[in-house]
């Protein structure tokens, strides 16, 4: 008998088919539940809060499913490479639309006043000239 | 294993509906970028959904792009919304 290279190793059938359905599946329920989120809170920033996070992880989930996807080791490895570019975008743009679009609802006025704990913009209520 | 693709399908497309009703709803532009870029991300879930399924690769360019230009929309809107700097109460 003759062993197999590592590399060539892969996982059964049916076993990487059940770990990409449910990755996947997993991934589509935190689409879901950002989407309720979006419907659930009342202002900008909660509304951002609900839509920001969980749908980096299900894109994280399911870059994870393309990966198992090839079922041999080599091949595994080969798909995480090509999807790390995906993950590191993601989790490199998210932040700084949020960021955007939170400071722009804050100055607009379109967040409740009331509901804040503190709140550290109220000195600086005029927009420095330079400020995007 | 075929009601586990039904669901996934099911989930998604209730997922897109969501956000497709605020964007209609959104009482300000800020509530429609937000929602709008949660549908975008959804589109790169699908299509990754569809390569992890069928076992193709032939996806991860438009992933990409999508995910290095998505960001620029909402920026875009946020830049350029209209502000009230200094609201007389």
Redesign the interface.
Known sequence: MTQTPFLELALPQPVA?VI??????L???L??S???G??HFRD?PG??HA?TKP??L??VL??L??A???RTIGGMLM?LL??I??IL??FA??P??AH??G???Y????INQRALVADEYAES???PPAA? | MNFLVMAIMAVFGVAALLCVIRIIRGPSILDRTVASDVLLTEVMCVLGADMALNGHMRNVPVMLIIAAVAVFGSIAVARYVARRDNPTP
């Open positions: 088919d990409v359905l449910v990755l996947v599946l991934g589509a329920i689409c879901l950002a989407a309720v979006l419907l900008v509304r951002l839509a749908q980096v299900g894109v399911i870059c499913a393309i198992v996807s090839q798909g090509i999807v570019p995906v975008l993601q743009t998210a700084l639309s955007m679009v400071r722009q609802a100055r607009n006025g379109t209520k005029q927009t995007g």
